[in-house]
């Protein structure tokens, strides 16, 4: 649905229950005439072709997953048309621009969203979190039968809810009227729909559509993707993408994801989600994303958190483990199921083969295979990777609990509470029960309420305490930055504390993104922050100024962006003009200063601190 270039035709009237009669009576006529051009005679077998898939239903809906690269969990699928072989049409993409040419696209579109719909009502049925990508043209979204075909009745024929279908709109279509488009834009939004903008950068209009729809997502055009690790001007401007979505509330998809190379550049500049073959190709079934690169995602990540709550927050799944029976691949049924029963608290098998996992049967799969009048025949001379679950839950040891969980409890229903496999460099070392990791992920929540900043999740006083003092316990000389926020007492007092939490959060995220491998980021409170680390480059604080400098920009209005400054009240309880936010930054070396406790660095930065705030106090204008 991604290949439109044509505008779409007014939608066909004639339709019955059960088909499109009207449609088959101009291609049957079309079919009888004896004065076909080479063009019409050419077209013949296409039409053929469509007039059959349109009779029959004769699509299938293949499901491809979109995964936060955050969390490691899995925000949606996208909806995919696949037509069966043989076809005379090369892609989906042919198959609707032949629909179009034709005057039937609202008749395909309508077939593909009801398979998808269709296929896909179980799964969300049963995982009511999870979102559905149906890709639709811009000009068909006005057509009255379309308006009423995505009504709630409609929905609710499928035990579907509207906050989970997200219309997804590509960018190189056509809108012929954008007031009337953005009107219909604005009705879905008013029903909970949620609307997505595909193939961002792959045209010019690109940035004028999402201004004007101002949707929740948008999809980044997999042409600036691939091989965005070698490409200079690919990564300024997704980078550029990323800061527009952060100052837009929009959230970004990568699409078309194919290497680990695009992945680590997408997560060095911060992009939320991707879909793409290295995550998932497109399937039939609603299959979670390959372990592996989910595994690789929560490693990348889990780096960035060590730079700020290692060791006081980090607890390892390794040290959660619990051990069950282990069989090789070609076990038999019936040897796992004495096994089992000979051992009845035990949950069941993990599936070995070169001492790596390769399946898990839980003890309740096993008993529904075996129940019945039949299941044992049919089951007992067969092996265990004929029966195993082989899409199962598989983490690498040192991975955090908390991380763990989150993926865990984003699983599909019947799988949410099986066990979680752990390995070491693809080695299997034990199992972890659901139980056991919500309760310590538990445990790690309640201290990081009691220990971290609840805005920005960073250190609190006591961590940043206890880092230094471990620091200077072991005689390691390192550097600890102070920075704070000028002005922003004035900005908050104008815009309000929801503004300055986003201030805030901006300079804590960008902070995190900027520092290098191993850093401790400490936020005292307020806008306060500490940096700890041992080699600073000597580019990180001009670039943390200058990111901040360009980024806060954002959040402030046109008028006062203009001025370069806000008036506010001044502690002196006079008005006062203020330049706009900005930041004051102060290093100590203990190697230099030789320090002897945490107090006494406190009380160095402190003095540096005022002593630059005094400079900066020189440029308030009292009115």
């Known amino acids: ?227 965005i690790e070698g490409s200079k001007i690919k990564q300024a401007i997704v980078k550029g993408l990323v800061e527009f979505s952060k100052a837009s509330f929009i959230d970004l998809i990568a699409e078309g994801v194919e290497t680990y190379k695009e992945l680590d550049v997408l997560l060095d500049l911060g992009v939320p989600y991707a879909q793409g073959y290295l995550l998932r190709k497109p399937a039939k079934e609603f299959l979670a994303p390959h372990r592996e690169a989910i595994t690789y995602i929560l490693k990348r990540k889990q780096m960035k958190t060590t730079r700020s709550i290692l060791p006081y927050t980090y607890t390892a799944v390794k040290n959660l483990l619990e051990n069950v029976p282990t069989l090789p691949l070609h076990t038999s049924v019936t040897k796992a199921y004495q096994l089992l029963r000979e051992a009845p608290q035990t949950l069941g098998i993990v599936v070995l083969q070169d001492e790596k996992p390769r399946g898990i049967l839980t003890k309740e799969t096993l008993s529904q295979k075996l129940s019945g009048p039949f299941g044992f025949n049919l089951y007992q001379n067969k092996t265990l990777l004929e029966l195993m679950d082989q899409d199962f839950l598989v983490v690498d040891g040192n991975l955090p609990v908390d991380q763990v969980s989150a993926i865990a409890m984003s699983r599909p229903q019947e799988t949410l509470y099986d066990f979680i496999v752990v390995e070491d460099q693809g080695h299997y070392r034990g199992i972890v029960t659901i139980k056991k990791l919500l309760e310590k992920s538990f445990e790690v929540e309640l201290y990081k309420a009691k220990h971290q900043n609840p805005l920005t999740g960073l250190p609190g006083n006591l961590l940043i305490e206890q880092k230094i003092s471990t620091l200077l316990h072991h005689k390691s000389p390192f550097f600890v930055y102070y920075i704070d926020i000028d002005y922003f007492k004035a900005y908050n007092d104008v815009y309000g504390f929801e503004k300055g939490d986003q201030v805030i959060t901006l300079l804590s995220t960008i902070l995190l993104q900027e520092v290098p491998e191993n850093t401790f980021v400490g936020h005292i409170g307020g806008d306060d922050f500490i940096l700890i680390l041992e080699n600073p480059p000597s580019s990180l604080i001009p670039r943390i100024h200058q990111r901040f400098s360009e980024e806060s920009m954002a959040l402030y209005a046109p008028d006062h962006r203009d001025a370069q400054g806000i008036i506010s009240i001044a502690r002196t309880g006079k008005r006062a003009v203020f330049p706009l936010l900005a930041l004051t930054c102060v290093a100590l070396d203990t190697k230099e200063t030789n320090p002897q406790s945490p107090l006494e660095i406190s009380a160095k930065l402190a003095s540096l601190k005022s002593t630059a705030k005094e400079k900066r106090a020189s440029a308030e204008l009292t009115l």
């Open 1 to 227: 649905m991604k290949a439109f270039t044509k505008d779409v035709p007014k939608a066909n009237t004639n339709l019955t229950p059960r088909g499109y009669t009207g449609l088959w009576t101009r291609m049957d006529l079309a079919f009888s005439s004896l004065n076909l051009s080479p063009k019409e005679y050419c077209m013949k077998p296409k039409i053929e072709a469509l007039s059959k898939i349109l009779k029959d239903h004769a699509l299938i809906s293949f499901f491809q997953p979109i995964v936060s690269l955050t969390k490691g969990t899995i925000l949606g699928y996208e909806a995919l048309t696949r037509i069966p072989e043989p076809s005379p049409f090369h892609s989906p993409g042919e198959l609707f621009d032949s629909a179009n040419s034709l005057g039937c696209l609202w008749e395909l579109e309508q077939l593909t969203r009801r398979i998808a719909l269709k296929s896909a009502e179980d799964f969300l049925k049963n995982n009511p979190q999870k979102k559905l990508f149906l890709n639709v043209h811009p000009n068909v979204m006005g057509d009255p039968a379309f308006m009423r075909g995505f009504t709630k009745d409609f929905l609710d024929g499928f035990h579907l809810s509207s906050s989970q279908i997200i219309f997804e709109i590509t960018e190189r279509n056509v809108i012929n009227d954008m007031v009337y488009f953005k009107a219909i834009v604005a009705h879905y939004k008013s029903q909970h729909y949620t609307i997505a903008i595909d193939d961002a950068g792959a045209g010019y209009s690109g940035l004028n559509l999402i201004s004007e729809v101002n949707p929740q997502f948008v999809k980044i055009d997999m042409q600036l993707i691939r091989g």
